[in-house]
């Protein structure tokens, strides 16, 4: 894979090394941006200006910013996603119903944040930001029976962003952004404990498929706030689709012109990766002196996964292969939340979420088990000193059981078809600190 990732080794002189990610928004998607909006389950973001991170989710919000502040945290996930069900098989060969089940799959991760703004003057304001916006990592394993369609998966992104705010009016502010990502995934599927054996050739275990890559590229942010009065602002924010092709190497029988006995081949390819488009809708209302409340509503392009496909020149006019079929749906989530200010010093939050599934059930895979999701959230922030401040979040989400069957004809010789049903639930914890010079 390439190397050559200068502009985000920034996050690694912070100490900001994601260790991996996953399944906990809707896809692959990763909400956890800071610990500040964890504890009132993202609701509001778009129009809450809270520290440096605001910009991460509306680059207007650097305007409501003062001097110079600097925000850095982390937020651990720890998802528990199961899956139970039968691999069958109806062939000449003989027929067949055996059980099929993967415990505790998705891999926990550390996801981390580094924020920076400034505020030039009364119209214009800076910001640097570094985080993710997309990730998970999956692992079945090779014993599992349905692993014929796919028994990993891994989508690993990294991101620094440059992002811009002017006052147009009194109430009215806008903002953008220039963002700068780093992508690496892999997708693998293994003959499984059914299948057939030719000696040789395949067995259980064999490799039918697996594809890695990794690319850089540009997309932009744009946002604007209507601060109404003074205790109510409206926030829109959208990000740009990001177009990856994935450079690396394809291998495994399903990429084999012929078949080799003993013979590993590996052909060099890429694979197109579109991270999809966000938009976010958000409202803050500060109703006494220490109550807030705040909503929003997100949607994410997700209509543009359709399949994940390798590219593999050698192959001449028939490079384009088939690795997975997606067809996903556009997903929307709704959020409200409340802030009370305990006292000068302490300030408690809490929220509500639902995710709503990007996949129906004729289309959820095992290796990517989206599904439905309630997210229950509280949170605390301290105000140590006039400078500094503290907060921390805990999340709990829980996933909607849903059920999937995997049919392609293809991957049925390797160990018949699969029918389950995924569940499983995650819980979030994260902290962060806020300076302000």
Not at 91 to 100: D, H, M, R, T, V
């Amino acid at each position: 894979m390439k190397t050559n990732k200068s502009l985000l080794s920034l996050a690694v002189a912070c100490g900001l090394i994601s260790t991996s990610a996953s399944v906990n928004a809707a896809g692959f998607q990763l909400a956890e941006y800071s610990a500040t909006g964890l504890g009132r389950a993202y609701a509001g973001e778009a129009a809450m200006a809270d520290n440096a991170g605001s910009q991460w989710r509306n680059p207007a919000l650097l305007m409501q910013l003062e001097g110079t502040q600097v925000s850095v945290g982390a937020i651990y996930v720890d998802p528990n996603i199961d899956i139970e069900g039968t691999s069958s098989s109806k062939s000449p060969l003989g027929s067949y119903s055996k059980p099929a089940s993967s415990s505790d799959f998705a891999h926990s991760a550390v996801v981390p944040n580094f924020y920076v703004s400034h505020n030039y003057n009364d119209k214009f304001a800076l910001g640097f930001a570094l985080g993710t916006n997309y990730g998970m990592e999956t692992d079945l394993g090779t014993a599992f029976g349905g692993a014929n369609h796919g028994n990993e998966a891994r989508i690993i992104s990294m991101e620094a962003n440059l992002n811009a705010a002017y006052q147009l009016t009194d109430a009215v502010a806008i903002g953008g952004g220039v963002r700068f990502v780093q992508a690496e995934g892999h997708f693998g599927a293994v003959a499984s404990v059914n299948s057939p054996t030719i000696p040789g050739i395949v067995g259980p275990g064999s490799t039918l498929k697996y594809m890695e890559g990794d690319d850089t590229a540009f997309g932009w942010q744009v946002g604007t706030t209507w601060q109404i009065n003074e205790n109510n602002r409206i926030g829109f924010a959208y990000k740009s689709e990001v177009d990856l092709t994935l450079e690396g190497h394809a291998e495994g029988l399903g990429f084999h012109k012929i078949a080799l006995p003993n013979v590993k081949q590996k052909y060099a390819g890429s694979m197109a990766l579109a991270l999809p488009a966000t938009a976010e809708l958000a409202t803050f209302h500060q109703i006494t002196n220490k109550v807030a409340i705040h909503t929003s509503i997100n949607w994410t392009d997700w209509s543009s996964f359709k399949e994940l496909v390798a590219d593999i020149p050698e192959f001449g006019n028939k490079s384009a292969v088939d690795i997975k079929e997606e067809n996903w749906k556009d997903n929307y989530r709704f959020a409200i939340g409340s802030t009370y200010q305990y006292s000068n010093k302490l300030q408690l939050r809490t929220g509500i979420a639902y995710d709503m599934a990007a996949v129906d059930t004729e289309h959820r895979t095992a290796t990517i088990p989206e599904t439905d999701r309630l997210w229950l959230s509280l949170g605390a922030g301290y105000q140590y000193s006039e400078q500094l401040s503290l907060d921390a979040g805990f999340t709990y989400i829980i996933a909607k059981d849903a059920s999937m069957h995997e049919n392609d004809a293809d991957a049925n010789l390797f160990g018949g078809d699969f029918q389950g049903e995924v569940s499983g639930s995650i819980w979030l914890i994260g902290v962060q600190a806020n300076y302000k010079f």
